[in-house]
Nanobody
């Protein structure tokens, strides 16, 4: 199983940018689909973006499409989330996740990091 550690969260003003990183352990990283999910206080955890093992295929939530970019560097066992034009409604704990199934099967992401806090001030 893959162990995941997120970093890069913080406090930014609306319109600003952050780059989240997720470091993964294990030699099988390149075989996993990877994703980012987020959870705001009192809200359900929601899908943000996923990326296939090859990095060719990606999927984004409508709320972040055009502003966020997911990428991965399999040689470094790392997945990234570049977040631009941040809005207060992006405030949440962001979690990195891994799946042994297809990137578009959201219910199959079952290995989770500890989360990193992103706060966007208005």
């Amino acid at each position: 199983q893959v162990q995941l550690v997120e970093s890069g969260g913080g406090l930014v003003q609306a319109g600003g940018s952050l780059r989240l990183s997720c470091a993964a352990s294990g030699r099988t990283f390149s075989s996993y689909a990877m994703g980012w999910f987020r959870q705001a206080p009192g809200k359900e955890r929601e899908f943000v973006a996923t990326i296939a093992w090859s990095g060719i295929y990606t999927m984004y939530a409508d709320s972040v499409k055009g502003r966020f970019t997911i990428s991965r560097d399999n040689a470094k066992n790392t997945v990234y989330l570049q977040m631009n034009s941040l809005k207060p409604e992006d405030t949440a704990v962001y979690y990195c996740a891994a799946s042994g199934y297809s990137y578009d099967l959201l219910d199959r992401f079952g290995s989770w990091g500890q989360g990193t806090q992103v706060t966007v001030s208005s």
